[in-house]
């Protein structure tokens, strides 16, 4: 069975910036596309980027240029670099892969 395990997320001020990290087990992570969602406040979970296993990365437009995915397959792991952080990026962060969530990591940029 696919695992999925965030971390990573705590308290940063606005204009700061975090790491989440997402451990992929019960699969080959380099044959896996991984995706990261989040839920804000009041409103639906939404997309925020994917990282295909052939190393090609989308971003909703809300992220673009200041997040960034990458992985490490031979680490299991899956990252998302949020930079220039904002009030509104708060919320629960949560990798997806192959119908699994992961439990989520929360994420709060208040000053």
């Known amino acids: 069975q696919v695992q999925l395990v965030e971390s990573g997320g705590g308290l940063v001020q606005p204009g700061g910036s975090l790491r989440l990290s997402c451990v992929v087990s019960?699969?080959?992570?380099?044959?896996?596309?991984v995706s990261w969602h989040r839920q804000r406040p009041g409103k639906q979970r939404e997309y925020v980027g994917l990282?295909?296993?052939?190393?090609?990365?989308n971003y909703a437009s809300a992220v673009k240029g200041r997040f960034t995915i990458s992985r490490d397959n031979a680490k299991n792991t899956v990252y998302l670099q949020m930079t220039s952080l904002r009030p509104e990026d708060t919320g629960v962060y949560y990798c997806?892969?192959?119908?699994?969530w992961g439990q989520g990591t929360q994420v709060t940029v208040s000053s």
């Open positions: 997806f892969t192959q119908g699994y």
């Open positions: 019960g699969t080959t992570l380099s044959v896996t596309p």
């Open positions: 990282n295909t296993n052939e190393g090609s990365k």
